[in-house]
């Protein structure tokens, strides 16, 4: 088992910054590729951007990308979402994903085995 969990999320005004982390415990956390996905109100959950055990590859959805950086530290068992210039299209409910399978497909919510709770970040105009 390994739980996940994010804090980082608030309200920011449009061009803002927020940084999310998401802390886990319960396994080795380096053999774990990450995600970050995210759901608003009414839609479906949508990829974000996700990383390998390593880090050294990363992916972004294409809304996201060049404003949002993923990192991780796994001396610290955390993985973080660098988000700059926020648009209020970015309010969500942000999740983070964990993944220790042999096959992993970065964009695809099914792919991660363990989930956190959420956490809420809020763009205003």
């Known amino acids: 088992q390994v739980q996940l969990l994010e804090s980082g999320g608030g309200l920011v005004q449009s061009g803002g910054s927020l940084r999310l982390s998401c802390a886990a415990s319960?396994?080795?956390?380096?053999?774990?590729?990450m995600g970050w996905f995210r759901q608003a109100p009414g839609k479906e959950r949508e990829f974000v951007a996700a990383?390998?055990?390593?880090?050294?590859?990363?992916y972004y959805a294409d809304s996201v990308k060049g404003r949002f950086t993923i990192s991780r530290d796994n001396a610290k068992n955390t993985v973080y979402l660098q988000m700059n210039s926020l648009k209020p299209e970015d309010t969500a409910v942000y999740y983070c994903?964990?993944?220790?399978?042999?096959?992993?497909?970065?964009?695809?919510?099914?792919?991660?085995?363990?989930w956190g709770q959420g956490t809420q970040v809020t763009v205003s105009s």
């Open positions: 319960g396994r080795t956390f380096s053999n774990y590729a």
């Open positions: 994903a964990a993944d220790g399978g042999s096959s992993w497909f970065p964009t695809t919510p099914s792919t991660y085995e363990y």
């Open positions: 990383i390998s055990w390593s880090g050294g590859s990363t």
